[in-house]
C-alpha cells in the first residue's frame, strides 16, 4: 500500500494535512543541518514534532480516545513518508489500528485492509534523497485574537496585533505569566506583557512573527483561542524600546524561544 492509500481510509483531512505540514518543515531544516545522517536528523525532528502532538496524545479530557488514535497512526504513516520511523510511534500506531477496528470507527475498507497497514508499519521507510518544500505560510487567526500556547505542561498567552502580509503569520506579544491549563482572558487581562531580556540588562518589547500557526482550530489542540475582538493589548509601556518590529520564527523555533523567553530574569 502507498501512505496516500492510507491516509485517506482515516477520514482526517485536516488532522492528516497539520502533521504533513509540520513533517515538511521540521523535515526541511533538519535535513539543512544534518544532510545525510537519518538518526541525527530524527533527533531534531522528534522532539519538536511531538512537542505539538503531544498536546492530543497526551490529554486528558476533550479528545476522544479515536481522534488520539487517528492522529498516533497518521503521525507513523507520515514519518514513514518521509524516511523515518520511531518504534514507540509505531508500537502505538499498530495497537491503534486494532482500536480503531474493535471501536467500528473507521470504514470496512479500512478493516479489511489492516494487516496490509500493519505490513507498511513495520516496514524500513525510504530515506528522502532531497529536502521537502517548506509549506506555504498561511493563517486563519485574526488581528486581536487572545490566544494561549501550550509547550509541555505549561500554558502561554499571546496577543496577535496583526496578521503579516496577505493572511501569513500572525504577529503576537506574550503576556507575562505561565499557566498550568489554559488561561481564561481574565487571568491574562491585566498581566503586563512579557519582554526579552538582551545583554544590556533591560527587557526590551518582543514581538514574533510565527509561521505555521494555521487551523483555527488547531488539529493539534498546542493553540488555542481564548478570546476574539480584543481591543486591550497587554502593556509593554515598562518595556525598553524594540529591537526591530518583530523576530521572524515558526510553530517549531518557538519553542526553544519560550524556554529561554521565560526563564529570563
Known amino acids: 500500500m502507498k501512505h496516500l492509500q492510507i491516509l485517506d481510509k482515516l477520514a482526517a483531512k485536516h488532522l492528516v494535512q497539520s502533521i504533513d ?22 533527533s531534531y525532528i522528534l522532539p519538536k514534532l511531538l512537542n505539538r502532538w503531544n498536546c ?8 476522544s480516545e479515536i481522534y488520539k488514535q487517528k492522529a498516533v497512526l497518521a503521525l507513523n504513516i507520515l514519518l514513514h513518508k518521509y524516511g523515518f520511523t520511531d518504534k514507540k510511534i509505531a508500537d502505538k500506531a499498530l495497537k491503534s489500528i486494532d482500536a480503531l477496528n474493535e471501536n467500528v470507527a473507521l470504514s470496512d475498507d479500512f478493516f479489511s485492509k489492516s494487516e496490509q497497514i500493519k505490513q507498511y508499519i513495520i516496514a524500513a521507510p525510504t ?23 501550550q509547550l509541555r505542561e505549561h500554558f502561554y498567552g499571546a496577543y496577535i496585533h496583526e496578521i503579516r502580509g496577505l493572511n501569513e503569520a500572525p504577529v503576537l506579544e506574550f503576556y507575562n505569566g505561565v499557566f498550568n491549563k489554559k488561561p481564561t ?14 545583554d544590556d540588562k533591560t527587557e526590551h518589547i518582543s514581538l514574533f512573527s510565527i509561521a505555521g500557526i494555521k487551523f483555527l ?3 493539534a489542540n ?8 480584543v481591543e486591550n493589548k497587554p502593556k509593554n509601556n515598562h518595556l525598553t524600546e524594540s ?13 526553544d524561544t519560550i524556554e529561554t523567553f521565560f526563564s529570563s530574569k
Open 56 to 63: 492530543i496524545l497526551n490529554a486528558n479530557h476533550n479528545i
Open 243 to 255: 529591537v526591530g518590529l518583530y523576530q521572524m520564527s515558526d510553530i517549531f523555533k518557538i519553542q
Open 21 to 42: 505540514e509540520d513533517l515538511a518543515r521540521l523535515t526541511f531544516y533538519a535535513m539543512c543541518y544534518e544532510k545525510n545522517d537519518i538518526d541525527k536528523q530524527l
Open 217 to 219: 482550530p488547531d488539529p
Open 222 to 229: 498546542q493553540i488555542q483561542l481564548i478570546s476574539a475582538c
Open 127 to 149: 530515506p528522502l534523497k532531497r529536502k521537502p518544500s517548506v509549506p506555504e505560510s498561511i493563517t486563519f487567526y485574526r488581528e486581536k485574537d487572545v490566544i494561549s500556547i
Open 185 to 198: 482572558l481574565k487571568e491574562l487581562e491585566n498581566l503586563p506583557a512579557k519582554g526579552q531580556l538582551y
